[in-house]
């Protein structure tokens, strides 16, 4: 009997690709879909689909019936103010973890961020202490507290898994690199940790089927800053440019839209939480999760995951959920 484990987040960038390679193991994913308009993105996927929002309680207990580990991707994943993403990401995650624990699920994963961290000298391993700077990492640190103290309190295994800058063909920096052209705030001298998209989703396929539990941050084994980064896109991508905007002219203009684009309810990605979480120093040590799963990531580096996200990119169609019409 194939095993059951729920998806949030499955139309999400890393959620579909999760949702495709849990198929190739042969599980049962059960898919929470918010927005119907995305569902045909699954149709080629041997999994069940269920209506559901983190924000609704009652559909998350009977998305959670019958499953025995939970992989929670799903929230308003945008680097914007505390209060507009607390209610999926906090609050959400909250509806989420109590109705896994009423259902009797067994294992919970939880794709958080390495923005519960501030810039680091040093590489960030298992026992760098957290301090957010931006609301994003303050609403991903406080879910990872909240469901922390809820799973102590229960039967249920909780892994807190914080991600890094996770790239593939899906990303909105590769929709902007097939477009010809990047704008970044900052000087792209800061160094950032990285994680293909193939390399996020079979990690956390792992996490699932050995019931890891704990918390620690991840990446590949790069060592890159941005420009480096950029750097080895245009090596293969010679008509791509990357344009630096001054780090402090990126703070005003973001201050300067954010009366009106609190006025619209569709995240942005223009804003001054964007600007510092770009400009941070986040490397990860080398190895990191990876060797208490007993794996290494497929594309060990930016230099073998890029070109192969430039080939992937040749015949990809994709929106992002942050620019989908449907809001």
């Known amino acids: 009997m194939k095993k059951i484990i729920l998806i949030t987040g499955a139309t999400g960038f890393i959620g579909l690709e999760l949702s495709r390679h849990l198929c190739q193991l042969n599980y049962c994913p059960h898919l929470l879909v918010r927005r119907p308009s995305r ?3 699954l149709g080629s996927l041997e999994a069940r689909v269920f209506q559901g929002d983190l924000e609704s309680p009652d559909s998350l207990k009977r998305a959670c019936e019958g499953v025995e ?3 929670h991707l799903g929230a308003r994943a945008i680097f914007e103010e505390y209060d507009l993403v607390k209610p999926t990401i906090v609050d959400g995650s909250v509806n989420l973890m109590q109705a896994a624990i009423e259902a009797g699920v067994k294992h919970f994963i939880y794709g958080s961020s390495l923005l519960v961290y501030n810039s680091q000298e040093n590489p960030i391993d298992g026992n760098t202490p957290v301090n957010p700077v931006c609301g994003y990492g303050e609403a991903k640190l406080e879910a990872e507290e909240r469901m922390t103290n809820m799973a102590q309190n229960s039967s249920l295994g909780l892994a807190n898994i914080r991600l ?7 990303d909105l920096m590769f929709e902007q690199v097939r477009n010809g052209r990047v704008f970044f705030p900052g000087d792209g001298q800061n160094v950032f940790a990285h994680l293909h998209v193939y390399d996020a989703a079979r990690l956390l396929a792992a996490v699932a089927k050995q019931k890891w539990v704990g918390t620690l941050p991840v990446a590949d084994y790069s060592d ?3 420009n480096q980064y950029l750097a080895e896109i245009k090596k293969y991508y010679p008509r791509f440019n990357a344009y630096s905007i001054p780090q402090s002219l990126a703070i005003l203009f973001t201050y300067a839209i954010y009366p009106f684009r609190r006025m619209s309810t569709k995240p942005s990605v223009y804003t001054p939480g964007s600007v510092v979480s770009w400009n941070l120093n986040l490397p990860v040590k080398k190895g990191v ?3 208490e799963l007993n794996m290494q990531p497929h594309y060990s580096t930016i ?3 890029i070109p192969a996200v430039l080939d992937d990119s040749i015949p990809f169609r994709w929106i992002h959920p942050i620019k989908d019409q449907f809001g």
């Open 289 to 291: 999760l990876w060797e």
């Open 164 to 170: 890094p800058h996770v790239y593939g063909p899906g």
């Open 303 to 305: 230099h073998d995951g």
């Open 39 to 41: 569902a045909p993105l």
């Open 69 to 71: 580990t939970v992989i």
């Open 224 to 226: 890159v800053t941005w």
